[in-house]
């Protein structure tokens, strides 16, 4: 079983829906939780994280994490066609190696 | 200010031959994460190095090496090249405090191993 599970879509929307991506992950010694967004032949780009339980916004972004079930999410408000792209969650430990781990990605398109 | 580079962009090697990558992180920044990105598999974990030394490496064979120099750039060796190595690899970097939460990526070498 791999330590973080991520649907890989694709998940395709109309611009101005509200977008649900997900991650499983079964290592509780996780507390920090990340989503990268990539473009196609980019590297990821940080899009946000937070630490243990709890929601944290950024804009059109919402990052929630649900450790009792080991369960994480990001969602996007009001979907723009630039949003287009490989979703990446990620996570790591609190202590020792800081290496993240990360989910397969989901691909994401959002039409005009 | 810059971000992080890697070059090249593009590299074709075959069989048996052997590979390296480079990365320049971003400045200030003394940690730098390499990772292989390959189709379907997400992103694995192979080296982590931090003030010129290997901290941690993943689950990859040792002819995955690497090393970081006093400037703190980097370099990813892969010797021996086998097919299965093709994939896109990505350098990160991130401050020694946040550790790889705040890891900024370039934007990959793709590697291809004819």
């Known amino acids: 079983q791999k330590e973080v599970e991520q649907d890989p879509g694709p998940l395709s929307v109309p611009e101005g829906a509200i977008v649900s991506l997900n991650c499983t992950y079964s290592?509780?010694?996780?507390?920090?939780f990340m989503w990268y967004r990539q473009y196609s032949r980019k590297g990821p780009e940080l899009l946000m994280y937070?630490?243990?339980?709890g929601n944290k916004e950024d804009g059109r972004f919402t990052a929630q994490v649900d450790k009792s079930s080991k369960y994480i999410s990001l969602f996007i408000r009001d979907s723009q066609p630039s949003d287009s792209a490989t979703y990446l969650c990620?996570?790591?430990?609190?202590?020792?190696?800081?290496?993240?781990?990360f989910g397969t990605g989901t691909r994401l398109t959002v039409i005009p | 200010e810059a971000g992080v580079t890697q070059s090249p962009t593009h590299l074709i090697k075959t069989r048996g031959q052997q590979a390296t990558l480079r990365c320049s992180p971003i400045s200030g920044h003394t940690s730098v994460y390499w990772y292989q990105q390959a189709l379907g598999l997400g992103l694995q974990f192979l080296l982590w190095y931090d003030e010129g030394e290997e901290r941690n490496r993943g689950n990859f064979p040792p002819r995955f090496s690497g090393r970081q120099f006093p400037n703190y750039s980097s370099e990813l060796n892969v010797n021996a090249l086998e097919l299965e190595d093709s994939a896109l690899y990505l350098c990160?970097?991130?401050?020694?405090?946040?550790?790889?939460?705040?890891?900024?990526f370039g934007q990959g070498t793709r590697l291809t191993v004819v």
């Open positions: 290592n509780s010694a996780f507390q920090y």
């Open positions: 937070t630490y243990s339980s």
């Open positions: 990620a996570m790591r430990r609190l202590f020792g190696a800081n290496n993240l781990f």
């Open positions: 990160a970097s991130s401050l020694y405090g946040t550790g790889g939460t705040e890891a900024f």
